[in-house]
């Protein structure tokens, strides 16, 4: 079964919507191959390290009733814990090991789908994402479209699917243009990508932008490296990365 025959068999369209370009350009090209009916739009909700005013921009640019998770901690409480339970090992996740994208995005988002999946009495669903192979070699490797194992138990089968997998940033651009649409603010602020205001994947130029606008929280990552004698990313510090002037 591909995509086209799911997407006619009546599958749950589950589209995991993060507030950045890709996620908007992913759902406007949705509505055009979806029935609406089938598509559930959900946000996976990351509290105080998350961009302000992404949950309003998503609503303002969908068509759909958004579905807003949220995990039972933040990214600054899971290394706190993680120091704490174990002072000798590395708390902070890394580009390896992205504890951040497991236990507060895809867990919420997955036990959402089961749970949805089973209030509507669904069987087959697919679980949309807006990777693009442009954006790393280990993206570039993923594939459209596969079985979901983890999700499909029970009675339930699930794919993911990546539609957007093969477009380059300027298509994903122009899409959101074309659909009457604006990208994220931030990104007119000069951000490559969104996700936490600090991600461990944020270039230079991302990092810099969110200590600006965001002094408060960029004080409590530096405050956390500070305490747990651990740094932000392998190679350095947030503070390294953003420049002296928030030192």
């Not at 994402?129 to 339930?156: D, F």
């Not at 490559?192 to 200590?211: H, P, Q, T, W, Y």
Request: contains cysteine.
């Amino acid at each position: 079964m591909n995509h086209t025959e799911a997407i006619e068999a009546g599958a749950v369209v589950f589209v995991s919507h993060s507030g950045g370009k890709d996620s908007q350009a992913m759902y406007a090209h949705l509505r055009g191959i979806v029935p609406a009916d089938q598509i559930v739009v959900v946000h996976a909700n990351l509290g105080e390290v998350e961009w302000s005013g992404v949950i309003g921009h998503i609503e303002e640019n969908i068509g759909h009733t958004l579905n807003v998770v949220k995990a039972g901690k933040t990214l600054l409480e899971m290394v706190e814990r993680r120091f704490e339970s174990r002072p000798d090992v590395p708390c902070w996740p890394s580009p390896k090991h992205r504890q951040c994208t497991s236990d507060l995005k895809r867990g919420p988002i997955q036990k959402f789908i089961r749970h949805e999946m089973k209030r509507r009495g669904a069987t087959l669903a697919i679980n949309a994402m807006g990777l693009r192979a442009e954006e790393s070699s280990a993206r570039a490797k993923r594939p459209v479209w596969q079985l979901n194992k983890t999700l499909s138990k029970a009675g339930r089968t699930v794919h993911d699917w990546n539609p957007i997998h093969d477009w380059s940033t300027a298509k994903v651009f122009n899409t959101i243009r074309d659909y009457g649409q604006s990208p994220f603010w931030a990104y007119a602020k000069g951000n490559e990508r969104l996700s936490c205001v600090f991600c461990i994947m944020g270039c230079k130029g991302d990092l810099r932008n969110g200590a600006e606008q965001n002094p408060e929280l960029v004080a409590k990552y530096i405050a956390l490296e500070k305490k747990t004698g651990y740094t932000m990313f392998p190679d350095g510090s947030l503070a390294d990365r953003i420049g002296p002037k928030q030192d």
